[in-house]
């Protein structure tokens, strides 16, 4: 009595669907069905189908439909990974931009930049009769110099110290500033934001990959609350 030999029969099998063999190693190299492995089913499908009953050509369009979805859908996901490091990239160059220049942060201590000056702008919440800026050493708390700007619009309000004397650049100290308004009740005191240098930028860590300024003063900075800067 003959025998039949499980591995050449399997392997005649395997050929008559169009599939070769391969070792463990190069099938995990490729979990996933390709156009073309698509198709060479879709023929063997055609070629071993009942002839007295074949399948619906509704079957054969919803196989096809099926496989263009789930198709688009990669190539969709592999765009938006791309795009998502394109991104990524771009918001590094941004913030390496900023390198030596400086950002508007809310505070009220910060140093002469490299021109000798000091920036900031008020947020004011109504119209003032009297603006005023008292700069005052950080250190000794001596009053540097006083500005008066004014009547002004409610909204935001620049303010600056352009003659920094040389004296107390050179010795490399920090400034406070205080601000302060009146609408007809009186003084009130009001929170500044002010130009700081950016010194160094970073990439956060977790799966959002936070870009990072770190400012003069204050630390870090996530990018995207650098709103304005000069």
Known sequence: MSTIDPNSSQAAIFAKLGISQTSDTQKAKKDTLGQSDFLKLMTTQLQNQDPFAPMDNGDFIAQMA??????????????ITR????????????????????VLVPGSTGKPNEEGEIHGVLDLPEPTLSTQIRYVDADTGE????????PQPKGLVGFSWTSVPQEFLDQDKRVTIEAMFDTGSGLEQLSPSI????????????????VLLNVEDYGELD???????R
């Open 195 to 210: 130009y700081s240098k950016v010194v160094s930028a970073s990439v956060g860590n977790g799966s959002d990959k936070q």
């Open 66 to 79: 099926q496989f263009s979805t789930v198709t688009g859908i990669q190539e969709i996901n592999n765009s």
């Open 83 to 102: 795009l998502v490091e394109e991104f990524d990239q771009a918001r590094i160059a941004t913030a390496s931009n900023l390198l030596g220049h400086s």
């Open 143 to 150: 009053e540097l110099y006083f500005d008066d700007l004014g």
């Open 223 to 229: 990018v995207t609350s650098a709103v304005n800067f």
